[in-house]
């Protein structure tokens, strides 16, 4: 009995006649983001923050020892942000006078399906931007070319602009080679990788750079098992969303990295079967969060919240993460914006040779 209430895929509490927390599956652990001693015997109301006042239709499904059902309520705990839920309360049979809690949250799967929308406009965007950079390097060259040859015919003053001519041409083919790189369609190099040491070269770097001025809070949970990923990819993500909270957050501000295991994600591959993303990484900065008219739209291609903003930054860090197999999502509130990557573990016909 205990391995099935474990294995429950979805978060849920086993509660008490008296409305207190009996039990509590990893599900819902990872849901709320408490601990089982934290939701031990606390008052469901007192732990749980559901926008709705069902208190009293509770109350009546218990005594009656009938089923409830509530949709599209915001749910959240002190350790996370609402989230919409259906909810259903069952009585347990052969328990007594418990109850059963089930949470249904409802931006799972539009957000796993965004997420894979977001993927493809990237490719395609990245794409399309790699084939313009290939055909506009050409004739830079021959721009290039022209003016170093009629330079040797001008006097020293007049070759100040062909050295101008020179000088842009050359930063321009620069940029283009940085756009080129964003159309790498290669298989990422996946190797078994400790997310911990990744996450603290990214930290190191974004500290004596462009984070110098952020208080890097390290909450780590230091038994997660390796993950199976590109460690050059990641990085290059990890840095990336540094960089943004870095900018988002302003002197005196603050970036969480938290990492922590749970066991219940999967998403399902193009291939039908389910892939488990158990590992997950948080970067939670203290700014003023993402503006509303983008927030849900922040993985597309060109959508972007800064002034002069590419908008492909976020687009490729979405690429990156669906190329190994992961998930990208985010939450943001004032005050509060979480970035989660959602990574796999090595696959068991591999443990053998790591």
Not at 52 to 76: G, M, P, W
Not at 144 to 164: F, I
Request: hydrophobic share 40%.
């Amino acid at each position: 009995m205990n391995a099935l209430w474990n294995s429950l895929p979805v978060p849920a509490l086993l509660l008490n006649p008296n409305d207190t927390i009996a039990q509590s599956n990893p599900a819902a652990e990872a849901f709320l983001n408490l601990s089982t001693r934290a939701l031990k015997d606390g008052l469901l109301w007192d732990t749980v923050m559901i926008d709705a006042q069902l208190e009293t239709a509770y109350a009546r499904a218990s005594a009656n020892r009938t089923s409830l059902f509530i949709n599209d309520v915001d749910v959240s705990s002190k350790e996370r942000p609402p989230q919409q839920c259906n909810i259903q309360f069952a009585p347990l049979l052969d328990g007594g006078d418990q109850m059963l809690m089930i949470f249904e949250p409802r931006e799972m799967a539009a957000r796993l399906n965004k997420s894979a929308k977001s993927v493809r406009a990237a490719r395609s965007a990245i794409g399309m931007a790699e084939m313009l950079a290939h055909e506009i390097k050409n004739p830079l060259a021959g721009i290039t070319g022209a003016a170093q040859l009629l330079s040797m015919t001008l006097s020293p003053e007049d070759c100040e602009m062909t050295d101008l001519i020179v000088e842009e041409s050359r930063r321009i083919v620069k940029l283009l080679e940085q756009v080129e790189q964003f159309g790498n369609l290669q298989p990422p190099n996946r190797s078994a990788i400790n997310i911990h040491d990744v996450l603290d070269r990214a930290r190191q770097s974004a500290s004596v750079g462009f984070g110098a001025h952020m208080m890097m809070i390290e909450d780590y949970d230091p038994s997660l098992p390796l993950a199976y990923v590109d460690g050059d990819q990641l990085l290059q993500v990890l840095l990336n969303l540094l960089k943004n909270a870095s900018e988002a957050g302003g002197a005196g501000g603050s970036i969480r990295l938290h990492t922590f295991y749970e066991p219940s994600l999967r998403m399902k591959r193009d291939d039908g079967t389910a892939a488990h993303l158990p590992l997950q990484i948080e970067v939670i900065d203290d700014g003023p969060g993402l503006p509303p008219d983008i927030a849900s739209d922040v993985f597309e291609p060109f959508i972007s919240g800064r002034e002069n903003g590419t908008g492909l930054g976020l687009a490729l860090v979405s690429k990156l993460i669906a190329d190994v197999g992961g998930w990208i999502s985010v939450d943001s509130e004032p005050g509060r914006t979480t970035f989660r990557l959602s990574l796999p573990t090595i696959p068991a016909d591999l443990k053998g040779d790591v």
